[in-house]
Every structure is written in C-alpha cells, then in structure tokens.
T-cell receptor
Framework: KNEVEQSPQNLTAQEGEFITINCSYSVGISALHWLQQHPGGGIVSLFMLSSGKKKHGRLIATINIQEKHSSLHITASHPRDSAVYICAVPPGGSARQLTFGSGTQLTVLP | DTGVSQNPRHKITKRGQNVTFRCDPISEHNRLYWYRQTLGQGPEFLTYFQNEAQLEKSRLLSDRFSAERPKGSFSTLEIQRTEQGDSAMYLC???????????FGDGTRLSIL
C-alpha cells in the first residue's frame, strides 16, 4: 500500500504570498495527482504528472521521482484559492484507484 | 461536457434504513470509481468498475455495501442497514482508462440520525 503524507495540514497566507504544499509517498508510482476540494465537497483535478514540472496559470506542480516527493506551488495567492489541496497516488505503482493524502487546508486572507 | 453527476447531493436517514446513491459518469469514460470521505480526511477507495465489471473492492466495503454498473454507464451504491459510522461524503469519479485523470462528481453527503 502506498502511504501519502502531506504538509502542512493547515496553511494561512496573506493575499499575494507564494504558497508551497508538499507531498511525500512511499512506493514508486506511474503518476501523481493534485486535486482541489472546495467546501461542499466537489473535487477538481489540477494536475496529473509523472516527471518534472507542470504549470497552469498561477499553479505549478513539480515531482521528484527519485525522492518520492512532489510540491504544489501557488504564485500571487488570492482568497479564491482557499480550499483543501489533496495529493493522490496509485497504490503500489498501480494505475487504478488512488490513495489520497489527508489534504492541506489553505486559507488566503485578503 | 456535463461532468460527473451524483444524486442526491444530500441524504439524511435514520439508522437501520437502506440508502442508494447514483453516479452518472462522463459518457465516454469506461472506468468508474467510488470513494468515501469522512470529515478532515482524504477520500478512501471503495470500489471501481471497468465498463460493467467490478474489478476491485476495498476492505472498507462491508457486506452491507453493494455497487453495480449494470450497463457500463451509470452506477449505484447501496448501503443496507445503515450505521452511524456510514455518515460520510460518498464521491464518484470516472476516467477514460486507468492512466488518465479522474473526474470527480460533487459527492453525496450521507447523514445518519
């Protein structure tokens, strides 16, 4: 089973700050997912990456396969970025169902 | 793209009752997943289908839980004789193949009185 650790659990930032959320996993994987969950439950897939870096708007995701570590960065953070950010990986390298971290609650204050 | 649709959004029921949730995946997606999420935790895998075949079930899926995807399109998740511990958000996701991103519905929040 793949264990997923996220840090920090909670993060409060001022609008405009650069945000970093970290994710570590225990077993080699084919790809890692970053997801965003807003109050009310809906989950949006932000990134699926297997190497290097991906960028979408103000969001950047990086992964280091050798170190089994990924980071999600938000540049110029905004209150609308407030949400729970979840890292997820397939268990044991399988590309089937996902094992999720417990999430990072981000609050961006105006 | 109508996205993944789940119904109902909220369900409140008394302990011991049966409940059924429905998930309509994105139409061309052959994979459908059910997850459960309790407060403050990340989602946990319950089961998944490839087309109409249920390929894997988690140990979390006790005998009181059953899931179906009879025609390889929509899926239902039934919980019989509900218990307090079943209170959670039940999330459905779909994907086109196992290597593609999963698209999530808004979930069904179940509250057991």
């Amino acid at each position: 089973k793949n264990e997923v650790e996220q840090s920090p659990q909670n993060l409060t930032a001022q609008e405009g700050e650069f945000i970093t959320i970290n994710c570590s996993y225990s077993v080699g994987i084919s790809a890692l997912h970053w997801l965003q969950q807003h109050p009310g439950g809906g989950i949006v897939s932000l990134f699926m990456l297997s190497s290097g870096k991906k960028k979408h708007g103000r969001l950047i995701a990086t992964i280091n396969i050798q170190e089994k570590h990924s980071s999600l960065h938000i540049t110029a953070s905004h209150p609308r970025d407030s949400a729970v950010y979840i890292c997820a990986v397939p268990p044991g390298g399988s590309a089937r169902q996902l094992t999720f971290g417990s999430g990072t609650q981000l609050t961006v204050l105006p | 793209d109508t996205g993944v649709s789940q119904n109902p959004r909220h369900k409140i029921t008394k302990r011991g009752q049966n409940v059924t949730f429905r998930c309509d995946p994105i139409s061309e997606h052959n994979r459908l997943y059910w997850y459960r999420q309790t407060l403050g935790q990340g989602p946990e895998f319950l089961t998944y289908f490839q087309n109409e075949a249920q390929l894997e079930k988690s140990r979390l899926l006790s005998d009181r839980f059953s899931a179906e995807r009879p025609k390889g399109s929509f899926s239902t998740l039934e919980i019989q004789r509900t218990e307090q511990g079943d209170s959670a958000m039940y999330l459905c996701a779909s994907s086109f193949g196992g290597d593609q991103p999963q698209h999530f519905g808004d979930g069904t929040r179940l509250s057991i009185l």
